[in-house]
């Protein structure tokens, strides 16, 4: 999650120009890596760095969707992994199988949360396009660029394909 | 150790009572160790990467896995002649 | 109870910890494993056991297993359980340390408790970094391996920790590892038989840091690497010395007598009561 | 090498053997240490003594271990101490909140020499007052007694003992290179009239047990290993089963348990001894070897029908605050003297609600401050 | 292990890094150093960072053995620094007071996390505070700096190389695991727009020169060994020309000078940031990441017409004394609010006369405090 | 200048300093006048040389001397020079230091500082006790010899410190006497010309408190012992193993070569400045 | 010096039965052992732990006497080595030369200081005689009994030959 | 330790100019380790311990009792032929 939450962080701070702060939480020791990633994003300067609400809630467990929910705000955004969390709060939801998705079309899970930062950039207007691709090109460790590249733009496609199958129907 | 939110439902692939090797999956964290050293290849992994004793003729019950499993998550069910002392391994 | 061996249910704190912190396939879990079946092979009550620990990821093992367990502080295990020994000479002290606990920071406590030889047994879990912190370099990563504190590849020497056990006095030292989990059961064993400081080295794999930093594979990697490279002591001489380079020897590589500390204080006691 | 053997009741005896007898005297059976002057003689001391009581003594190859090992033992049921001087004691401090975090009774005993640094090591200062309230990382509570007197080197010591096995926490003897190196007749008591207080054991069946239980009274009973209770300490965070937590609830009724079993009982830990109390306006307040120069000051002071009198806090730590705030109503002129540049005159300062003038007379040269010091200071401020 | 190298003034950086990147900057050539959550990412970046610059990195055995080399190496005229967290800033305990007393400039960053003990790596706490100002035997005067933000990491580690080479003495830094761990966007400023601060260099003749001078600024010129001027440097009490004494008149020139050098320069060493101060008759006194929360509240607390403004030391040793009488004088309340179980709150009760309330606000269970619990209190207490 | 020799003079801070607070007899004085003369042999210039040490009677030596001096704490006198020799390489860095303060507290130190192999220079001056604080027993205190913390005799094991050094890393390891003082000024030449760790053990003597509390007489049938009691180690060859036995050897005990850390790191700083 | 201090000390407080406070001091490190003792004595509790001003001074070097004569009271008795102290105050002296005597008659320097004490004795009613030797026989390591023993009292017969030879002056 | 306080006079009993060994009395502790191992047995101790070179002509000039001397309280005249290097011992 530090990996995806890092990849946004710069996308809106440094590409897009808006100041951010990212924390994150580990579990009880630091090696396992965190398990959550927070991102506040302002114009102006950001006093407290931890959202106190949430405008965009992004859970790819049952736990997290269930333990972080409740902050969201009444008229946030949730997007959802819906191949891992099944039972979804009574709210209006973004679910896509994120990790089937990668795992299937990439080939490792490990790019799940890229596909999932595609889906942000085309749901939301947190994040431009270009930016969160010039931010991949950045952050990704050596040898991943591509994959995650092309997980971002499975993201995007995804929604713009989803967003339409909607309109259609 | 990302993904370590484990199942709790006990492996159902084979009767428990009968089984020579059992999986308890809530413990297994899919490491693979067990099938890649059992020395007769009974074990294979399914497509969620669990350990399942696909070929329980060519297990010849010799603990291996159950020995080197990190996680306690497989064990395997006593030979029954020699030793009948009630015992580990 | 078919869903767990007995020795699981019987020394392992099932109820509450598991599964265990540990990543999938790390090889501390098979040594913990091997631990507790030699405890249970010699019969040594669990009110008598006392495990000690330091801090990383090795260190974890005593919150997992049904003993007096004290999971003490990064380096120090050895102090600590000098301490219990020496106040309970009856209880069988067992010390679980990293290389990183009982060779870097830890170092100290470690030549004096094979020089002081009180009776403890300790099981070092050499996975040649930290892997609590994140694949640190440890002072027993080969030179020129990659730690991400030496990003340059590791410019200074590995301990040879056998030998250096044996030069700083201790009277048993074994080294086994993950992959063949059953001599380290019996090198446990005797370790613990073992009246005076014994020392087990047993070499495990932190494949998420260490393997993959150095490009050497995952767990079953890691694991085959072992089998490749551990020649027994017993078959050392029959082999050619070209093939023993770059290998190891396992088994029991030192064994001998020296008068135990807490017999010795015993005499102490002994003359000063004669003596009053 | 101290070869003499205790024995009768009034003797002429040194602050540090005093304080070795004093660790026999209440229980104590077990001694790691270091040598490091000017402490040294209480190791020696106990190497001597204690293997004719059944007792264990250890040199270890440092400080850091020494702590360790008496930690190691007081888990196993024996009561532990060590002693040192400033840079061991710097070096214990990890362990000090280890034992602090983990509830392990064990008596520290800090004999105090000049510092910071290396410093003077045969000489006298006062100046680890602060350092055994706030040396370890993350909040702690100490309890630190400080003996200006060779019997109460040997009287503080039991008492430490009492409160650290009454409490289960580390306890801090803080006494100094004039002290432990003084001699002064000393009367001991029969073994019989020595109070003693043992830590309390479980009664509950083992699988019920808690070692960190939270109870009302913030202290847990503590079963040793062996004992057929099998639990896990850790320096983690922990609940009151001994297994580690990041939850936020568990985390804060840990810490508040630790906190709270020293502030709660601050009246019971805390001695104070007053001179001249009753209908003083101006105070001395001083600790260990100073307050003997003080109360000799305040004779003087009374002498030339000058109000003062001597507060002289037997345990600096935990500060009595509620006891400060009192007295201060009452007096005009605080006097602090203190053989360092000035600490627990801030906490003389912290309880002033400004009513009263608190002035530091602090000396850090090596030297005593005199009772004529102290006396002039009292004649120039009041 | 982060590879990325220094560049571009724009960038979204880790708390840590950019305190390794802080230190580049300031001349930092060497870093010595022992693994420990959450401060380890300092020692990654200069891993791979020093080098490329000409400096040396190196782990060493253990907390200990970093401070002594970084010692060592400052005293071979590199600047230098180590970083930790809680148990090893424990360790560094007598280090930290070798470098005062033998005036090494050097800095230590404690990425605060946790404690006590063990206690909880991977999550915050303030509760180092006072052991930044106590942890080592013997009276010692700290400088200790507060970052709230990622940007501060970077500028406040040059700032404490500045003072540690103006003034002679170890500088810390006392960052946390949230701004350390933290990332945002910092616009870097330009080398030279970047103020550095070089030990004073002697200027006499070797056979004149005395590594310990005393004069008037308390600041002793400095070589470096291997310069041509041969010195001695040690931890006992010295004279000025670095040979230890027990003379009582030089070892209070010794410790006057140490004390002073601080004392005198308070107002060089303290920066403070206010908001709202102008007019306000609360106050909310805050340090490191909960200051960020304060700001949001009291600028809560001005919508709703409550005079309320924010009071944040970016030096929190030493204390600023004279500053906050001062302020008090002004103030019906102030609230402090810390991650720990009230620190510096003793010290705002010490300067204050009792004219106005302090009331404190705690939290130690591994959270932030918010902005919304900050703005309660002030509701409530007003 | 005819009252003092012109070493003393060149080297030793005689103004200040002098009398030294040593004991009458005791041997630190002549492993300082063995080491200066070694210096000035090798013609080192005094504003290169840097002398560091921890504390104890032996530690006291960088006070007399007149280079750049560093006197530190108790046991780590080798992880600040670390610092100094990693900072300015082009410094000859000479650690001067107990048995208690390299072995005991400074044990860690010691064994990382062999393993490490920077260009450091150690002279251990072993007198089997803590001189300083009176006599207690140190890590080098034989089995059941007399210390004041060890009334009823020592029932720890000593160490063997060059075998420990050897085990450890160090490249270079030799071991002198105080009484063969002209023996040892060669060895501290060869040490300090030594390209890596070295280390020179002296045998040396605290009649004060180890021999009065073990009865081994004054400093001067102390020095008669070590005459008598060392073995060139070109001899040893020739001398029957049963007369060995009790006896300790002198002279280079081990020399081989490793890579030099200040070296590799250069290598790392080319590597990482090619990188940038 | 410390072996006398306390030897006197165990003499005044326990075989005669007053308080006494017995301190030292120590070079610049412990190992040399003490360069001075100071006494305190009284009938009642005892404050400050130093003496303020000196009843009683034994001076066995010149440096010694001169540093604290200053201290000694108008009428306090000052006894010095004759043999090493030359220099002598304005004041009225008992001077023996005590190492002199040590050497010559017992055959170590070392017993000097108990020659002294007996000297004391003899002199002062700080220490009685019997005090004396009590605690001596109590302090002195084993095997130095017999020649500490003979110390005092030659420092004590010395004392009384010499008053008797002033009386019949 | 106890008496070091060193007599700060040099020794005249020979003259610095010829003597073969010269004892700076300041600095010496009298332990009479010059004395106990001077390979011919030229000096001994004066009545107060000081070392005297009783028999200059037994002296060879070797320097090992200024080698020896832990406190560099005695200085032996090179030898003048071999070596005529300003130099050390
Ligand atoms: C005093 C102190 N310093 C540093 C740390 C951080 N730390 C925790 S575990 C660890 C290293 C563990 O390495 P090792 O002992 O090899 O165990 P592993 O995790 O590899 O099993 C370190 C440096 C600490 N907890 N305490
Ligand atoms: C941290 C610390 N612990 C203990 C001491 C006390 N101390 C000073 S020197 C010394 C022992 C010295 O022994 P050694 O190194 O053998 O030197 P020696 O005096 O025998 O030459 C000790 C324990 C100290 N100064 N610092
Ligand atoms: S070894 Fe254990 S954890 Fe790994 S796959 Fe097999 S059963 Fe699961
Ligand atoms: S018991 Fe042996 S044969 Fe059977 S599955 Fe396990 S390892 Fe394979
Ligand atoms: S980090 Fe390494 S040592 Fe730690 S649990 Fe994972 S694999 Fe094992
Ligand atoms: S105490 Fe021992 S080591 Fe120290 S100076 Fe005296 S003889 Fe030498
Ligand atoms: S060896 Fe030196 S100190 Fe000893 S007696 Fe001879 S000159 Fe004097
Ligand atoms: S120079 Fe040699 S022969 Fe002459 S006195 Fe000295 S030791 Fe003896
Ligand atoms: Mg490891
Ligand atoms: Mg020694």
């Known amino acids: 999650m530090v990996f995806a939450g890092t990849v946004l962080a710069e996308a809106i701070g440094v590409e897009d120009g808006k100041n951010v702060c990212q924390t994150q939480s580990y579990g009880p020791e630091a090696r396992g890596g965190a398990s959550r990633s927070d991102l506040v994003v302002s114009s102006g300067e950001i006093y407290y760095p931890k959202p106190l609400k949430l405008d965009l809630l992004l859970a790819l467990t049952q736990e997290a969707c269930d333990t972080y929910f409740p902050a969201l705000k009444e008229d946030g955004v949730l997007i959802v992994d819906s191949g891992l969390v099944d039972q979804l709060p009574d709210h209006k939801v973004h679910g896509f199988p994120f990790t089937q998705i990668a795992r299937d079309q990439i080939g490792t899970s490990m790019v799940a949360n890229i596909i999932a930062l595609g889906a942000i950039a085309a749901l939301t207007k947190i994040v431009s396009r270009k930016g969160l691709l010039e931010a991949i090109k950045k952050r990704a460790p050596k040898g991943t660029e591509e994959r995650n590249l092309k997980a971002a733009q499975l993201g ?14 | 150790m990302a993904d370590q939110t484990a199942k709790t439902q006990v492996s159902t692939k084979q009767k428990a009572e009968e089984e020579k090797v059992h999986v308890f999956e809530a413990w297994c964290k899919r490491c693979e160790i067990c099938v890649a050293f ?52 | 109870m078919a869903l767990l061996s007995k020795v699981t249910h019987q020394y392992l704190r099932t109820k509450k910890q598991f599964p265990n912190v540990w990543c999938a396939g790390c090889g501390i879990g098979t040594i913990m494993g091997a631990i507790i079946r030699a405890i249970d092979g010699l019969k040594l009550p669990q009110d008598d056991v006392v ?19 004290l999971h003490a502080t990064h380096g120090r295990p050895l102090a600590f359980a000098t301490g219990v020994k020496l106040a309970q000479p009856n209880l069988k002290v067992i010390i679980i340390t990293g290389d990183g606990d009982a060779l870097a920071i830890g170092g100290n406590h470690f030549i004096h408790a094979c020089r002081r030889n009180i009776d403890l047994t300790t099981i070092l879990i050499n996975n040649s970094t930290y892997g609590m912190t994140g694949g640190q370099v440890a002072p027993t990563t ?5 730690g991400t504190t030496a990003p340059y590849g590791n410019r200074e020497r590995s301990f040879d920790i056998a030998k250096l056990a044996i030069a700083a006095g201790a009277p048993f030292v074994a080294r086994g590892t993950v992959y063949h989990m059953v001599q380290l059961r019996k090198l446990v064993e005797e370790a613990i038989q073992k009246k005076g400081f014994s020392l ?38 029959k082999v050619p010395p070209e093939k023993l380079r770059g290998k190891f020897l396992t088994g029991v590589l030192w064994d001998i007598d020296f008068p135990e500390y807490c017999e010795e204080y015993d005499k102490v006691m002994a003359e000063a009561q004669g003596k009053m | ?68 090992a008496v930690i190691g033992a007081s888990v196993a049921g024996v009561k532990s101490m060590t002693a040192t001087s400033g840079p061991g004691f710097s070096l214990m401090q990890e362990h000090i909140g280890y034992a602090f975090m983990a509830e392990v009774p064990c008596v520290i005993v800090n004999v105090q020499r000049g510092g910071p640094s290396t410093g003077l090591p045969t000489k006298i200062a006062q100046a680890d007052t602060m350092q055994a309230r706030w040396g370890t990382h993350g909040d702690y509570h100490a309890i630190a007694l400080a003996p200006s007197s060779v019997a109460e080197c040997f009287h503080f010591t039991i008492r430490a003992f009492n409160l650290s ?67 896990n300490i850790t320096g983690l965070t922990h609940n009151p089963d001994g297994f580690p937590t990041a939850r936020p609830v568990a985390i804060k009724e840990k810490l508040d348990k630790l906190k709270n079993k020293i502030t709660h009982n601050v009246n019971d830990i805390v001695e104070i001894r007053e001179e001249f109390m009753e209908d003083a306006h101006i ?60 600490q627990l005159i801030r906490e003389v300062m912290r309880v002033n609600t400004g009513k009263t003038r608190v002035r530091g007379l602090n000396r850090y040269d090596s030297e005593l401050i005199t009772p004529d010091q102290i006396f002039q200071k009292i004649r120039e401020e009041k």
């Not at chain 4, 001391?45 to 250890?58: S, T």
């Not at chain 4, 009367?187 to 009239?193: I, K, L």
């Not at chain 4, 002289?312 to 500060?319: D, G, H, N």
């Open chain 4, 283 to 342: 105070a001395v307040f001083a600790y260990g070897i100073v307050a003997r120069a003080a109360r000799q000051a305040v004779h003087m002071a009374r002498e030339k029908r000058i109000k003062a009198g001597l507060i002289q806090p037997l345990t600096v730590w935990p500060f009595p605050d509620v006891y400060m705030e009192h007295m201060l109503e009452q007096l005009d002129l605080v006097i602090v003297a203190e053989l360092n540049q000035g």
């Open chain 3, 142 to 146: 080969p030179f020129m391996k990659i």
């Open chain 3, 51 to 69: 495990m000690v620990s330091g801090i990383g990821c090795s260190s974890r093992m005593p919150v997992y297993v049904d003993f007096n367990t």
């Open chain 1, 156 to 169: 995007f496609e995804l929604t713009q394909r989803k967003k339409r199958a909607r309109k259609k129907r």
């Open chain 2, 38 to 89: 059992c020395p007769t290849g009974a074990l294979t992994s399914d497509k969620d990467g669990f350990p399942v004793l696909t070929y329980p003729e060519k297990c010849t019950q010799c603990g291996m896995c159950e020995l080197r499993c990190p996680d306690f998550a497989i064990a395997v069910r006593p030979r029954e002649k020699k030793e009948s002392k009630k015992g580990s391994s």
């Open chain 4, 165 to 231: 096995e009454k409490y289960r926490t580390p306890v801090i003897v803080l006494t100094d290179e004039v002290v432990g190196h003084m001699r002064e007749k000393v009367t001991f008591p029969e073994s019989s009239e020595i109070k003693i207080i043992n830590r309390m054991k479980p009664t509950v069946h083992p699988g019920w047990y808690q070692h960190f239980e939270v109870n009302p009274h913030f202290v847990s009973p503590m079963a040793s290993f062996g004992e057929g209770y099998r639990y």
């Open chain 3, 200 to 237: 087990v080295e047993v070499i495990s794999h932190c494949h998420t840091l260490y393997g993959r930093l150095n490009k050497e594979g995952g767990a079953i990697e890691m694991l085959k690497w072992q089998k490749e490279h551990a020649i027994p002591i017993s078959a050392a001489g």
């Open chain 4, 1 to 68: 090498m101290v070869k003499t053997t205790i024995q009768k009741r009034e003797r002429l005896i040194l602050g540090n053997r005093a304080c070795a007898e004093g660790a026999i005297a209440a229980g104590c059976r077990f001694f790691a240490g270091y040598p490091i002057t000017p402490s040294t003689e209480i190791a020696e001391v106990l190497a001597w003594e204690l293997p004719k009581v059944g007792g264990k003594f250890i040199q270890m190859e440092d400080e850091i271990a020494s702590l360790a």
